[in-house]
């Protein structure tokens, strides 16, 4: 069992740049979920997904599209990349979102706009 | 609006027990994880509390008072390996967790 696993571990672009990060789990999970991680501040909810071919909106959006053509699989884009988005992009899954589920998170995606 | 605060850094001596605090304001509340990054990681599991009192679970115990909206994580005979950043988060009305900053805890020899 790998859990959850994201690629790349680290990424430099440059404004204006596109890319996309991928995020995948073989737990079967049906809640995934894309976060992202500044100093001194709580991991913020980028989008997340309540299985297969849905998605919703989370906290910070702006910026970012997503897609979960397979259950396994979640991916994060970034369209026109811009310095604010510099951050560590953490990839988590759990089995529902009720209860004492916990979240498993990947091993992130250090990420650097120039 | 939602928050969570925790201290932001704390120290103690290897052996010893520390506390660490976290008041909560959210809409709604389905329960309070803790977390513990290891910096350079990613957040890994500790507890759970939906119901008031302690959790306890090894070296690590969790309480939550719900009518105050507050918890706290108690670690106890201290480990270098526990030098780490421990994250707290409540589920809200929605389902979605809102995370605290974390605080950072460095264990002295």
């Known amino acids: 069992n790998a859990g959850v696993t994201q690629t790349p571990k680290f990424r430099v672009l440059k404004t204006g740049q596109s890319m996309t990060l991928l995020c995948a789990q073989d737990m079967n999970h049906e809640y995934m979920y894309w976060y992202r991680q500044d100093p001194g501040m709580g991991l913020r909810l980028i989008h997340y997904s309540v299985g297969e071919g849905t998605t919703a909106k989370g906290e910070v959006p702006d910026g970012y599209n997503v897609s979960r053509l397979k259950k396994q699989n979640f991916l994060l884009g970034l369209e026109s990349a811009a310095p604010s988005q510099t951050s560590v992009y953490f990839c988590?899954?759990?089995?529902?979102?009720?209860?004492?589920?916990?979240?498993?998170f990947g091993p992130g995606t250090r990420l650097t706009v120039l | 609006g939602q928050n969570i605060d925790q201290p932001t850094e704390m120290t103690a001596t290897e052996g010893a027990i520390v506390q660490i605090n976290c008041t909560y304001q959210?809409?709604?509340?389905?329960?309070l994880f803790w977390y513990q990054q290891h910096a350079g990681e990613a957040p890994t599991f500790l507890s759970y509390?939906?119901l008031d009192g302690l959790e306890e679970k090894g070296r690590f115990s969790s309480f939550l008072s719900r009518s105050k909206g507050y918890s706290y994580l108690l670690l106890k005979e201290l480990q270098m390996k526990d030098s780490a950043s421990y994250l707290c988060?409540?589920?809200?009305?929605?389902?979605?967790?809102?995370w605290g900053a974390g605080t950072k805890l460095i264990i002295k020899p």
């Open positions: 959210t809409s709604g509340f389905n329960g």
């Open positions: 988590a899954s759990s089995p529902r979102a009720e209860g004492s589920d916990e979240q498993f």
């Open positions: 509390n939906v």
């Open positions: 988060a409540v589920t809200d009305s929605n389902y979605q967790l809102i």
